[in-house]
Each structure stands twice: as structure tokens, then as C-alpha cells.
């Protein structure tokens, strides 16, 4: 999230799309309520009515994977009726940009696709630069070639028609949504936007995110309190764990992972370090290799010197174009190039798409240590229906695992706060927390490398790992330590001290820090930021809710991102009775501001979108591999085989997995008519692993099921309660009909396209419930990020004559 739960309470508009924020997200949901209750309005547009429709102002279904086109349609209204907000997106945004003659956009498809690779080379998404190299400009933002044009030109396409027979949606609701959102392109008034997985588990994830990011720069929402992009993310701590890095492709700290062509710290660093000319821009990642190297001396310790590069060489490095996500990882194990593995808290067999192969994938492994509180369909995975155990060669390992209420630690919610957590209770048995498990591992295997030296032992026995786990000792280090004595700021820190700020992180070896996000989390003077509870607050902070000394949070205790575009030039605040920050008498008051330098109109200021090069919001967003304006594509399975203005169907750089159970569906596949789509369940947790262990929540929800409207029903001649059965060109799943109106029938070109929605929290270990939903969903993924598709695919559905699954 840009800004906080409690921040959603300033909000005048809210437009909740891809999430059931009431159902998942219930704390988000207070403030959501609370926000109504001042007077805004609040929008859910989804394919389904839920309890998060029926607590909003009004609920608009679409059909999934078609957000793009709604935003798009949203972005044009607002450049046609003169919406936006013109100070912030001259001074703020790149719309001024003007992008050089390279660049062009035709049928569907940016300039530089190479079909072969399926892929874009980006060089042409570039700015023109003038003879100092700075940016060209416009602040008329009429230059033909500026970005506030192109996207004019872009979204031109997006007319209300268009959108409204992709998406389903009719006019009157376009515009109800349009209008009511768009109304807060003014100073005084915010709007926010709440998403979710009906945004990112699509082949245009990032493209959705971004197409909103327009939407709420062009409307000058970010900043602002009561504004933002805001992911209400998932599992507890899943925002933790991308900080610290659950991705392949990173670093702690959002940094690349070292590819094989950056074989020297030099030339990771040429390669990851962005200049700018413009003095006005702080372009904040500039400081890259000063916490790369304190990550580095925080992994390899006294190893990590300068003389080693660090130790930079100890690091795996990536081929450039591998992917490692686990869409390719499962692959990998169905094509047998993986002998073990271990799986902690986790229950692939069921949460993961097409999951038929995945279980056979798992089949493949030697063996297999799995951690986890219960036993689920994949510790359980050679026990499944129709296989002999005998037949399957995999050696399982079940580790007994602390449950998270058995732990201490520390929990990064959505809005970036870190939250230290007491252990409840002492675990049972012999089960232990991961930490324990991994760190003691770790030291059996240093003991194993020592005394019968593997191949390269380096990476193992120069790493700085600990004698045993203990989580304050964790926090301490991710936050970072000086490693030798040293001044900063006119005070002296001693070998060991903790570092104050990421400010004060080095190149030079000084200073290490497992992630320069959580630096200045634990301090010399105040300790362990994670477990302040103190609500004191100046008046101006209490305006807007903010609580500073609660906890802490990411970056430096920043509650609201980019908060330096809340005021203008002058530091004086756009909306004055919700002021984020001011400049008042030569400092900035309220939140942490996102840099303390004077305003822009003393000559002295910085832009305030730090994180990018040139410090502007990037209406024009080249960083992306799919383009850099978010455009229409079909999902890869979609009941459509037109695009009514391009002629490009899908994205034309979508991850797919090939191989002989990957089978798709082809574009309006008559064999599967029907769009499918699939989430979460308020009474059950994600996959069910541990909720179906839980027998009331088990019996609140006992069974899967299919939420289908009357109409199609009565096509399929279905009723309500009937067995049914769901097929894919992937898979053949058993359910209960549920035929209620919070499916709607959509008009789609013309025609009447049906969707259903399914739950994927039922597994054959528990008996009589069903078994796993994503037999059904495709290997297909985000070319940005690999998140699979798991919000749309097409399926068939019949009523069934006799009970298998469900009987069992
Ligand atoms: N009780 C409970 N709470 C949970 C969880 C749980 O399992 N149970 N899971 C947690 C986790 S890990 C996560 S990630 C979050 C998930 O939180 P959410 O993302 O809110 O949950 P989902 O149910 O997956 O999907 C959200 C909505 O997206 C809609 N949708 C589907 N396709 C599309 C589309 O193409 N466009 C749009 N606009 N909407 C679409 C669905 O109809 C659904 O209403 O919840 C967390 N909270
Ligand atoms: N079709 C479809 N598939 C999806 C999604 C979707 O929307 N649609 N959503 C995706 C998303 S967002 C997510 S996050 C994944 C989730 O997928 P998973 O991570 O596979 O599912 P979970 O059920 O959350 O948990 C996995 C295991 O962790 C164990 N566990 C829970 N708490 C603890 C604990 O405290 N300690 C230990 N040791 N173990 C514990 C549980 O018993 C469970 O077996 O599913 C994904 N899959
Ligand atoms: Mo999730």
C-alpha cells in the first residue's frame, strides 16, 4: 500500500476492484465503512456480488480479466471531460514528457516486439533528452509527442461502446463509476483504490496495477490522504516476505538478483545504479550499491571484504530470460530435472495451477521434507485417489512446525508496518518454528562441508550465520550494524552499534543491513520499533489518523509514499484539512516527508517521486516488459475471439507453460463456453490446509462448490444443490451447484457470455469435501511477475448423475 488501513478513512471515492475486501480484508473493511459513514462513495466493480457489494454505495459486474479495458475507459473519460488534475500533473507527472520518435504503438503491439522471443527490447520507450541530456519537455502539454498526447491518443480507443462490449458492463454503469471517481481530480477531495488478486492473478497483472497508478496520478490521488494504490495483500506477513524477498529475481530490498552477465560487483552495479542529470531529481536508487554491500557484509560478514568484491562472486547468478517462479519449478519437477525439495507451509497441491501436474510433478522427487501444522494434499501427496502408494518413489519427510501463534516475530501488515508478535503459547512435542529449523540446518550442513569438503564450499562456510535462531538477533541484523566504529552526522557509533537509518548504510564495508527497507527499525536509543504501541500524535496527525509512534513502518517510518506531492511547490498542502505534510517555518510538520529538502519552489527541492529516475509519477511507465501504457488483451483462455480495436487478442508476452498436460483452450473454444473464475472464502484459508482441520469452520463451509446464475442454470438444466461436474481442457472437478442471482449474465459482443465462480480451499484429505479446484486453471502467468491466471479460464459444466469426489 502507498498509504495505511486507517489512512482509507479520508477517502471521499472509493473503488474497490479485484478484491472482496469485506470478506478477506476485514480490517481494511472498518475503515472502508467508516469512510461511508463521512459521506463517500464506495464502488464495487466484480464479477461477483459479495458481502463486499453489498456494503458498498453500489456494485458493477464485469467479466474477468477485462479491467484494463474499464480503466482505459475510466483514463480516456477522464482526458475528454478535462477531469484531471492539471497543477499535479504538470508539476508531478511525466505527462510533460516528450517521448522520443522511436517509440510507437500500432494494432496492439509496441515498437520493438521481436515475435521470435516473444518479447519487447525497450530501448525505444525512451524520453527525448536535449543537448545536456535532460529531458525534453512541454509544459503546455500540447507537443504532439509528450506523454500527456500519447496517452490522449492511446485511450482514445477506449469509447464507452468499446468498453462496454468487452467488459460487459453497460454505459449507465461505466459512467456511474466514471463520474463518481473522476470527481476527485480536484485539491480538496481523494479517492482510493483497493485491489487484490482479481487484479494481480492475471496474464496483464502489473497492467492493471499500472492503468490504476494513471488513473490516480491524472487525478493527483497520490500523496494525498485518502488516496493511493492500495494492495490489500494476503497471507500474514506475505508483505514481509516480498521485502525480504520470497522472489527469484531479488534481493532483500527490491534489488535484482545477480545475473550471469554481471560477473563483478562493478558490474552489477553499472548495470542496477540509475543516473540522472537533473539535479532536481534525488533518484533515490542512486544509493543502490550502498545497500547492496551492506547486504552483502550482512551474509558474508568478515568474508565481505573489498579485496573480494564483497563477496559478490559467492552469489548465484541468474541466465538472463530463466524463470524460476514456481510455474517453471513444478515444470521442472514434471520434467524430472529436480530430485528434492522442501516445502514449508505451503500446500502446492492444491494451490497451484493445474494441479494434476503438479501432483504427478511431485511424484518425481526423491524426496521430499515438508513442514507444516497438518497433514494436506501435498505432505499426504502418494496417499491420493487412484494411486498405489507402493508406485510412488518419493521418501516424505513431515516435519512438525510451529504454528504462528506458537512464535515471536515480526509481521509486515499491507501498509508497511512492522508489528512484533509474542509467542502465545510454547509449541507441542518436538515441533520447532522454521527459523529453529532452517538455522540449524544450516549449521548441519556447515558441519558436513567442513569436515568432507564438497564442491565449492565458500557460499556455505563464509556465510555469517548464527549458532541458533532467535528473532530479536534477526531483527537486529536486517535493521543493520556499524562493523566498525565510525561518525555519522556528528555522532560517534561504535563496532556493533545499531545503524540509525539507511542514510547512514555504505559502499565502503562500514556498515551491514539484511535490508536497507527495515533500516532504522531498531535503534540504540528507542530499540525495537516493531513493539511501540504509543498513540501520541500532534493535532495535524490526528486530522488524518496517523499514528507515529505506533509500531514503525517502511521506509523510515513513512506512513503515506510520495507524500511531498500532497503540497504544492510552495510546501503548502492541497487539501489543507487533511494535510499529510506542511512546510512550516523551514521544516516539514505532519508524516515523515519523503525527503526533508526544502519545497521545489525555493530552487533547492527535489521532485517527490524519488524512486524513479527522474523523480515524476510515471503516467508513461517504460520499466514494464509488456509496455509502457497498459493496454486490453484477452486472458489466454477467453470466450472471445475478437478484439474490437487491435489486433493483438492477448498480451503479447505472456508466460506459458508447454508440455503434454498443459493443454489450453482455443480463443471462443466451443467446448468450453463458460468463463471460470476463482477465489478465497471468508470461512476458509486459502488452500484450507488448516481451516478444513478446524471443524467448526469445516462445517460452516463443508463443500465445494459453483456459483452460477438462474440463467445459466436453467440452460444446464441445473437446480440448486445439484452435483455437477466442472471440466477444463486441463481437468474434471466435482461440486454443488449454487445458482444465485450474485452471478450475472454479461453481454459481450453481441452475445450472452456466462461466468461461474469456484472457492479452491477443499482437498481430498478431508473426506466428503471435494478435491482440488485448480485441476481446472492453466500454467499461464504475468510476463512481469509469472503470478499465474488463476482468475480466469474457460471451463464447461454439466449436472452430474452420480457422486464420485464428493461421496469419497
Ligand atoms: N477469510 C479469508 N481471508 C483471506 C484469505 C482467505 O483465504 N480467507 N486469503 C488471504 C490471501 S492469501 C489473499 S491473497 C487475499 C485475497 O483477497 P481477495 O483478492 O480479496 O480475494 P479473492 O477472493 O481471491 O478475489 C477477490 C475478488 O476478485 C474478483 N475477481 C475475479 N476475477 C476478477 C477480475 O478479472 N476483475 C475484477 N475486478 N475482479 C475479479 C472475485 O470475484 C473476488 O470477489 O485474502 C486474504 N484474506
Ligand atoms: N485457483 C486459485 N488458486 C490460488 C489462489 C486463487 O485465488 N485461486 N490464490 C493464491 C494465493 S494468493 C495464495 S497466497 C496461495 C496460498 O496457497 P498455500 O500457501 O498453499 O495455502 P495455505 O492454505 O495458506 O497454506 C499452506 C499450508 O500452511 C500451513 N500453515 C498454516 N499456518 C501455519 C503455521 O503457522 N505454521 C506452519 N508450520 N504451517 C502453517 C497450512 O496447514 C497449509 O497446509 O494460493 C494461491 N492459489
Ligand atoms: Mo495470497
Given amino acids: 500500500m502507498t498509504n495505511h488501513w486507517i489512512d482509507i478513512k479520508n477517502a471521499d471515492a472509493i473503488l474497490i476492484m479485484g478484491s472482496n475486501a469485506a470478506e478477506h480484508h476485514p480490517i481494511s473493511f472498518k475503515w472502508v465503512l467508516e469512510a461511508k459513514s463521512r459521506g463517500a462513495v464506495v464502488m464495487h466493480v466484480d464479477p461477483k456480488f459479495s458481502r463486499t457489494s453489498a456494503r458498498s454505495t453500489f456494485h458493477v459486474p464485469l467479466r474477468s480479466g477485462t479491467d484494463i479495458a474499464f480503466l482505459g475507459g475510466m483514463i480516456h473519460h477522464i482526458l475528454e471531460n478535462g477531469n484531471y488534475f492539471k497543477d499535479y500533473v504538470v508539476h508531478y507527472t511525466n505527462a510533460s514528457f516528450i517521448v522520443s520518435d522511436s517509440y510507437g504503438f500500432r494494432n496492439g503491439l509496441f515498437s520493438g516486439y521481436d515475435p521470435r522471443t516473444s518479447s519487447y527490447d525497450r530501448s525505444s520507450w525512451s524520453f527525448a533528452v536535449d543537448a545536456q541530456g535532460r529531458v525534453r519537455r512541454d509544459p503546455s502539454l500540447r507537443h504532439p509527442r509528450c506523454v500527456f498526447q500519447l496517452l490522449r491518443e492511446h485511450y482514445t480507443r477506449y469509447s464507452l461502446e468499446k468498453v462496454a462490449d468487452i467488459t460487459g458492463v453497460s454505459r449507465e454503469n461505466l459512467l456511474r463509476v466514471y463520474e463518481a471517481y473522476a470527481a476527485t481530480g480536484v485539491p480538496d477531495r481523494a479517492g482510493t483504490i483497493l485491489y487484490a488478486l482479481g487484479w494481480t492473478q492475471h496474464t496483464v497483472g502489473v497492467q492493471n496495477i499500472r492503468a490504476a497508478a494513471i488513473i490516480q496520478l491524472l487525478l493527483g490521488n497520490i500523496g494525498m490522504a485518502g488516496g493511493g494504490i492500495n494492495a490489500l495483500r494476503g497471507e500474514p506477513n506475505v508483505q514481509g516476505s516480498t521485502d525480504h524477498t520470497l522472489l527469484y529475481h531479488l534481493v532483500p530490498g527490491y534489488m535484482s538478483m545477480p545475473l550471469a552477465d554481471w560477473q563483478t560487483l562493478e558490474d552489477y552495479n553499472r548495470a542496477n545504479t540509475p543516473a540522472s542529470s537533473d539535479p532536481q531529481s534525488a533518484n533515490w536508487w542512486r544509493n543502490k550499491p550502498k545497500y547492496l554491500v551492506s547486504l552483502l557484509k550482512g551474509w558474508f560478514g568478515e568474508h565481505a571484504t573489498r579485496e573480494s568484491d564483497f563477496g559478490y562472486s559467492m552469489l548465484p547468478k541468474l541466465e538472463r530470460g530463466e524463470d524460476y517462479s514456481y510455474l517453471y519449478l513444478f515444470d521442472r519437477m514434471y520434467q524430472g530435472l529436480i530430485r528434492g525439495g522442501f516445502i514449508f507451509g505451503l500446500n502446492p497441491a492444491n494451490s497451484v495451477p493445474n494441479s494434476n501436474k503438479v501432483r504427478k510433478a511431485l511424484d518425481n522427487l526423491d524426496w521430499l521434507v515438508t513442514m507444516d501444522v497438518h497433514h494436506t494434499e501435498t505432505t499426504d501427496n502418494w496417499h491420493r485417489p487412484g494411486v498405489d502408494p507402493a508406485a510412488v518413489k518419493t521418501e516424505v519427510f513431515l516435519l512438525p512446525s510451529a504454528h504462528r501463534l506458537e512464535k515471536e516475530g515480526s509481521v509486515t501488515n499491507s501498509g508497511r508496518w512492522l508489528l512484533w508478535h509474542y509467542a502465545a503459547v510454547k509449541p507441542p512435542g518436538r515441533a520447532r518454528s522454521f527459523g529453529e529449523m532452517i538455522v540449524d540446518l544450516g549449521n548441519r550442513v556447515r558441519k558436513l562441508y567442513r569436515s568432507e569438503p564438497g564442491a565449492y564450499p565458500d557460499p556455505i562456510l563464509k556465510a555469517s550465520w548464527p549458532e541458533g535462531y532467535d528473532a530479536d538477533e534477526v531483527a537486529r541484523r536486517i535493521n543493520g550494524v556499524f562493523t566498525s566504529d565510525k561518525v555519522v552526522n556528528g555522532r560517534r557509533y561504535r563496532k556493533g552499534n545499531l545503524v540509525p537509518g539507511f542514510g547512514a548504510l555504505s559502499d565502503d564495508g562500514s556498515t551491514s543491513c539484511l535490508n536497507w527497507l527495515y533500516c532504522g527499525s531498531y535503534t540504540q536509543e528507542e530499540g525495537n520499533k516493531a513493539k511501540r504501541r504509543d498513540p501520541r500524535q500532534t493535532p495535524m496527525q490526528a486530522a488524518i489518523g496517523l499514528y507515529p509512534n505506533w509500531a514503525w513502518c517502511w521506509p523510515l517510518n513513512r506512513r503515506i509514499l510520495y507524500n511531498r506531492a500532497s503540497v504544492d511547490p510552495q510546501g503548502r498542502p492541497f487539501h489543507p484539512s487533511k494535510a499529510v505534510i506542511a512546510w512550516e517555518e523551514g521544516s516539514w510538520v505532519g508524516d515523515v516527508p519523503d525527503g526533508g529538502w526544502p519545497p521545489l519552489s525555493s530552487g533547492k527541492g527535489k521532485h517527490p517521486f524519488i524512486m524513479t529516475v527522474h523523480g515524476f509519477g510515471q503516467l508513461f511507465g517504460p520499466g514494464r516488459v509488456d509496455g509502457p501504457f497498459p493496454e486490453h488483451y484477452e486472458p489466454v483462455e477467453t470466450p472471445v475471439n475478437r478484439h474490437p480495436f487491435s489486433g493483438r487478442l492477448h498480451n503479447p508476452c505472456y508466460k506459458a507453460v508447454t508440455g503434454d498436460l498443459d493443454r489450453l483452450a482455443a480463443p471462443a473454444d ?49 437446480r440448486n444443490g445439484d452435483p455437477v461436474i466442472v471440466e477444463s481442457a486441463r481437468g474434471r472437478v466435482e461440486a454443488i451447484a449454487m445458482v444465485t442471482v450474485r452471478m450475472r449474465p454479461l453481454r459481450i459482443q453481441g452475445r450472452i457470455v456466462h461466468e461461474i465462480g469456484m472457492p479452491f480451499c477443499f482437498g481430498w484429505t478431508t473426506p466428503g469435501c471435494g478435491d482440488a479446484t485448480n485441476r481446472l486453471t492453466p500454467s499461464v502467468g504475468d510476463p512481469n511477475t509469472s503470478i499465474p491466471e488463476f482468475k480466469a479460464c474457460l471451463v464447461d459444466v454439466r449436472k452430474a448423475d452420480r457422486l464420485e469426489e464428493l461421496a469419497r
Wanted: negative net charge; glycine residues 8%; charged residues 20%.
Fill in 670 to 718: 466451443s467446448r468450453y463456453p463458460i468463463v471460470l473464475t476463482t477465489y478465497n472464502m471468508t470461512e476458509h484459508w486459502c488452500g484450507g490446509g488448516e481451516t478444513r482441520n478446524v471443524p467448526n469452520l469445516l462445517e460452516a463451509e463443508p463443500q465445494l462448490y459453483v456459483e452460477m446464475s438462474p440463467e445459466l442454470a436453467e440452460e444446464k438444466g441445473i
